[in-house]
C-alpha cells in the first residue's frame, strides 16, 4: 500500500497563474516524498461554499484569506503546508521543516530562523509570505 501524499496548497491568483505553474513544478520535480499539489483558488472555494468573504479591495492576492482554510481542506489531519504561488523549491522533503530553515529549501525566503514546532501555524515571523507548515490535527472546526 502506498503511503498517503503530503498535502501542499499553493495560492493561487488569476493574475498570477504562470507564478502558480512555475511553483508547482517545481514541488513536484524537487519533492523527496509523494505530494499532492493543490491550487487554491477562491472562486472554486465559493462556489464550494467554503469562502465567504467578499472580495477585499485592500487584500494583495485572491488567496490573502484562503490559506486559512488549509486546516480545513487537509481533514484537520495530519500536517500540511501552503505557500505563496511565487516560491521555487529547490529541496522539498517535510522531514527537513523541523531540521532546516525553509530559506535552504526554496528560493523565496531570507531569514534563517527556525520553525517553532509548537505553534498550529509556524509561521517564523508571522509573516503572510512565508510558507504556513500547519498542524492540522492541532486545528478546530
Known amino acids: 500500500m502506498s503511503a498517503k ?3 501542499v496548497y499553493v495560492g493561487w491568483d488569476s493574475r498570477e497563474d504562470i507564478a502558480y505553474q512555475a511553483c508547482r513544478h517545481s514541488l513536484l520535480e524537487r519533492a523527496t516524498v509523494p ?4 491550487p487554491l483558488k477562491q472562486d472554486e472555494l465559493s462556489a464550494r461554499g467554503l469562502c465567504h ?3 477585499d479591495p485592500l ?3 485572491e488567496f490573502t484569506y484562503t490559506r486559512f482554510l488549509v486546516p ?3 481533514g484537520h489531519a ?3 503546508l501552503f505557500c505563496d504561488c511565487d ?3 529547490v529541496k522539498f522533503d517535510p522531514e527537513h521543516f523541523t531540521t532546516t530553515g525553509f530559506d535552504q529549501l526554496c528560493g523565496k525566503l531570507t531569514n534563517q530562523s527556525q520553525p517553532n514546532h509548537g505553534d498550529i501555524f509556524a509561521e517564523r515571523q508571522r509573516s503572510l509570505s512565508d510558507p504556513l507548515h500547519c ?4 486545528c478546530y472546526e
Do not use: M
Open 5 to 7: 501524499p503530503f498535502p
Open 35 to 38: 505530494i499532492s499539489v493543490t
Open 53 to 55: 468573504r467578499p472580495p
Open 59 to 61: 487584500a494583495s492576492t
Open 72 to 74: 480545513h481542506l487537509a
Open 78 to 80: 495530519g500536517w500540511a
Open 87 to 89: 516560491f521555487l523549491w
Open 135 to 138: 498542524n492540522c490535527t492541532e
